[in-house]
């Protein structure tokens, strides 16, 4: 029963250090225009620092969940939170472009020795049966702080523009301080002569898998994920600058219509999401919400004001909240008895849109300040051609087979 207590006890203590962490990360995004006026750096330059961040991130969490599993996860878990408290004061104390590069690199360095190693403590702490609700309460830990740290963020510029980046530092020090008093080891870590080399085959199948994905049946349900995270990473990304460059937006401003969004949003995926799916099927409530996530960009570009810009960026987010998960679930089906497999290729994929969306985005920004939200606009409605083409096709074998 003790060994029990602790272990439940454990998964609190990270959920609530994750908690932290990314209520850090989601308070530095309405001060980010500001910040870059004041350091005068362009669109190009933030799509660079967020694809660096997502960069490394990706080609780093492998060898982390690696270490997690040779040194311990405790280890790991307190190295990502120190790196990322000094990933976020070292971003705002820089003064130069390379400082900041310097910052962001090691902000995803820091993003990928904590989740790997975080998911891996509640595998080895949670039965088979209680291992989903342990990464529902991990993803819903992730999930608040992004929705609460906007807001926060708002309030804290008010104090100094950089002061956010400090308040985010210092949860981190505080996160990683906790977890040396407090976390244990879990009682049933893998043995590392064990698990090493089937890590290191699972990193070499996994860029194997990148290389041959366009064989499998699912691929353009894969390439829809690439497409919807490309579409929305340029248009998350470039938020705070469209609105502050085009409308004038203030921290405050922008922390209100972010928090405001991700709240209808997180409710809408809590109360209603399940019902919407299993009224119209993933399908079609993919398509239309492609389809919605198009229409309420380009709107983005024809509104005017506050109020405005604010009902278009509510039902979007409302839409882009139903899309994803649905996206999630018709991958799982297709997975059927390989849903790891699915699930490392998904991953991937929405990585890969987390890079190179944020570039092009950040690009096309420096040109013109709409250019970014219509290749959004273009990419979201080329996706919901997609998935028309794709239902014709199948509903057109579905007929052949019939005769």
């Given at each position: 029963m003790n060994l029990l207590l602790r272990e439940r006890g454990a998964?609190?203590?990270?959920?609530?250090?994750?908690?932290?962490?990314?209520?850090?990360?989601?308070?530095?995004?309405?001060?980010?225009?500001?910040?870059?006026?004041?350091?005068?750096?362009?669109?190009?330059?933030?799509?660079?620092?967020?694809?660096?961040?997502?960069?490394?991130?990706?080609?780093?969490?492998?060898?982390?969940?690696?270490?997690?599993?040779?040194?311990?996860?405790?280890?790991?878990?307190?190295?990502?939170?120190?790196?990322?408290?000094?990933?976020?004061?070292?971003?705002?104390?820089?003064?130069?472009?390379?400082?900041?590069?310097?910052?962001?690199?090691?902000?995803?360095?820091?993003?990928?020795?904590?989740?790997?190693?975080?998911?891996?403590?509640?595998?080895?702490v949670t039965t088979n049966e209680e291992r989903a609700k342990g990464?529902?309460?991990?993803?819903?830990?992730?999930?608040?702080?992004?929705?609460?740290?906007?807001?926060?963020?708002?309030?804290?510029?008010?104090?100094?523009?950089?002061?956010?980046?400090?308040?985010?530092?210092?949860?981190?020090?505080?996160?990683?301080?906790?977890?040396?008093?407090?976390?244990?080891?879990?009682?049933?870590?893998?043995?590392?002569?064990?698990?090493?080399?089937?890590?290191?085959?699972?990193?070499?199948?996994?860029?194997?898998?990148?290389?041959?994905?366009?064989?499998?049946?699912?691929?353009?349900?894969?390439?829809?994920?690439?497409?919807?995270?490309?579409?929305?990473?340029?248009?998350?990304t470039l938020f705070g600058l469209f609105v502050d460059h085009k409308?004038?937006?203030?921290?405050?401003?922008?922390?209100?219509?972010?928090?405001?969004?991700?709240?209808?949003?997180?409710?809408?995926?809590?109360?209603?999401?399940?019902?919407?799916?299993?009224?119209?099927?993933?399908?079609?409530?993919?398509?239309?919400?492609?389809?919605?996530?198009?229409?309420?960009?380009?709107?983005?570009?024809?509104?005017?004001?506050?109020?405005?810009?604010?009902?278009?960026?509510?039902?979007?987010?409302?839409?882009?909240?139903?899309?994803?998960?649905?996206?999630?679930?018709?991958?799982?089906?297709?997975?059927?008895?390989?849903?790891?497999?699915?699930?490392?290729?998904?991953?991937?994929?929405?990585?890969?849109?987390?890079?190179?969306?944020?570039?092009?985005?950040?690009?096309?920004?420096?040109?013109?300040?709409?250019?970014?939200?219509?290749?959004?606009?273009?990419?979201?409605?080329?996706?919901?051609?997609?998935?028309?083409?794709?239902?014709?096709?199948?509903?057109?074998?579905?007929?052949?087979?019939?005769?």
């Open positions: 998964i609190l203590l990270l959920i609530v250090n994750l908690f932290l962490i990314f209520t850090g990360i989601g308070l530095v995004i309405p001060v980010m225009p500001t910040f870059m006026t004041e350091l005068g750096i362009g669109g190009s330059v933030v799509g660079l620092l967020v694809a660096a961040f997502s960069l490394t991130q990706f080609l780093f969490s492998p060898y982390a969940g690696k270490l997690s599993d040779s040194i311990g996860r405790k280890k790991i878990v307190i190295a990502g939170m120190l790196v990322f408290a000094l990933s976020e004061w070292m971003f705002g104390a820089a003064h130069s472009v390379v400082l900041l590069f310097a910052a962001r690199f090691l902000g995803g360095i820091g993003a990928a020795l904590i989740m790997p190693a975080v998911m891996a403590y509640v595998a080895d990464m529902g309460f991990v993803n819903a830990a992730i999930t608040t702080g992004f929705i609460i740290g906007p807001g926060i963020g708002g309030y804290l510029a008010a104090f100094g523009i950089r002061v956010p980046f400090y308040a985010a530092a210092a949860a981190g020090l505080v996160a990683a301080a906790v977890t040396a008093l407090l976390l244990a080891e879990p009682s049933r870590a893998p043995q590392p002569a064990v698990r090493e080399p089937e890590t290191e085959r699972g990193q070499d199948s996994l860029l194997k898998q990148l290389r041959l994905s366009y064989r499998e049946p699912f691929f353009p349900a894969l390439l829809l994920v690439f497409v919807l995270t490309f579409g929305l990473a340029n248009y998350e409308f004038g937006f203030t921290p405050k401003d922008i922390a209100f219509v972010i928090t405001f969004g991700s709240i209808a949003g997180a409710v809408v995926q809590a109360t209603v999401f399940g019902s919407i799916l299993n009224r119209f099927g993933e399908q079609r409530v993919i398509s239309l919400c492609l389809l919605a996530g198009g229409v309420f960009v380009l709107l983005s570009l024809l509104v005017n004001g506050f109020w405005s810009i604010f009902a278009v960026t509510l039902f979007l987010f409302l839409s882009i909240d139903i899309l994803r998960p649905a996206i999630g679930v018709q991958m799982s089906r297709m997975g059927e008895d390989r849903q790891g497999y699915v699930a490392g290729l998904n991953s991937a994929f929405t990585s890969l849109g987390n890079i190179v969306g944020p570039i092009a985005g950040g690009v096309l920004f420096d040109v013109n300040v709409n250019a970014p939200y219509s290749l959004a606009a273009v990419v979201l409605l080329a996706g919901y051609a997609m998935t028309v083409f794709a239902g014709k096709e199948r509903r057109s074998s579905r007929y052949e087979g019939v005769r």
